[in-house]
């Protein structure tokens, strides 16, 4: 494969679209900055400039070939795994199933690189199911052994197997792709993480009811009915750009998929307030950890790669 190979005109388009939008924010906080001089925008800034280097990195990974996209997947389901193993309570006996759950990500990632969907949609949710629990019974301690196998099996299923569906677009084959694969791929990233985006900025500026204060006390109404119109919209009018779908299926997607980001959101917020810690980790300044960011992506990412499976894939 030569360098760009997935760079079609409409994807460019639309990358550079998003580029656009970055000096955008830049401009405006440099305006907002210099009108409220005695404000504190730091984390603002931290947030924008985080904004670049993920942007950035995942143009390089998604544009310059598509082994490269799955390496860089991959990794992601690796670092969102780190960071949940890291939080969450587990038995010292339980260090080789851990081990067992790791090596989940380079065969989850493999059966969607080659295509080979019927291991990819059952070798975790069934094979993992049954292989974790066996290899505990070998342990042979029983202690917290429910718990054990439900918090190991969750964390493999959200970040590794819900994830990877986001790679296996990569691998669909359809015909006349507007963007081509990487298209799909970008469609997805890029609705899943302006619903997050358009939630947070609507919340803000005119969110007062909560929605779920217990899980997660910044969710509003407004928040939600704002970030699922600001979705609906762009993905109605991007999805015949970068999608097979056209406008009115794009409209209809689009706010499923926001409804499915704000619970895959409050879903890892719950985790959180279970184990008592504000993030997932501090790897992206202003974001928290990887997982804080991708925690939307687990419940978009197989809603849509099954729709355009079941519709378009041959």
């Known amino acids: 494969m030569t360098f760009f190979s997935n760079l079609k ?3 460019f388009i639309a990358i550079s679209s ?8 830049e401009l405006v906080l440099f305006g907002i900055n210099n009108k409220y ?10 947030r924008i400039r985080s904004w670049w280097i993920m ?6 990974a998604l544009t310059i070939n598509r082994n490269l996209s799955l390496i860089f997947l991959g990794i992601v389901s690796f670092l969102a795994l780190k960071e949940y193993f890291s939080i969450i309570p587990t038995r010292r006996a ?7 759950a790791y090596l989940t990500i380079p065969l989850q990632y493999y059966f969607a690189a080659i295509g080979w969907y019927g291991m990819f949609v059952i070798f975790i949710p069934v094979y993992m199911f049954i292989i974790i629990p066996c290899r505990m019974i070998l342990v042979g301690e029983t202690k917290n052994f429910l718990h054990a196998t439900g918090t190991i ?21 359809i015909s006349n792709l507007p963007a081509g694969n990487a298209g799909l791929l970008f469609y997805l990233v890029l609705l899943t993480q302006l619903n997050d985006v358009a939630q947070y900025v609507w919340g803000k500026l005119f969110g007062v009811h909560k929605i779920v204060p217990r899980i997660s006390p910044g969710k509003t109404r407004i928040g939600l009915l704002g970030g699922l119109l600001t979705t609906a919209v762009t993905g109605a009018l991007i999805a015949p750009w970068l999608t097979p779908f056209n406008m009115l299926n794009g409209l209809a997607l689009s706010i499923i998929m926001g409804i499915c980001g704000f619970v895959g959101d409050v879903s890892i917020s719950a985790v959180k307030r279970d184990i008592g810690v504000k993030d997932m980790g501090n790897l992206i300044p202003g974001h928290g950890g990887v ?11 197989p809603i849509f790669f099954h729709t355009v499976n079941y519709f378009y894939a041959a």
């Open 9 to 11: 005109p409409n994807l």
């Open 18 to 25: 998003i580029y656009g939008l970055l000096i955008i924010a």
């Open 55 to 60: 942007v950035t990195i995942f143009t390089v």
């Open 94 to 100: 339980d260090r080789r199933v851990i081990l067992l």
């Open 291 to 301: 997982l804080d960011r991708v925690d939307s992506l687990t419940f978009t990412a």
């Open 153 to 173: 099996h969750w964390g493999v299923m959200t970040t590794v197997y819900c994830l990877s569906h986001a790679s296996y677009l990569l691998s669909m084959q």
């Open 37 to 46: 001089k005695n404000s504190d925008f730091s984390e603002l800034r931290a």
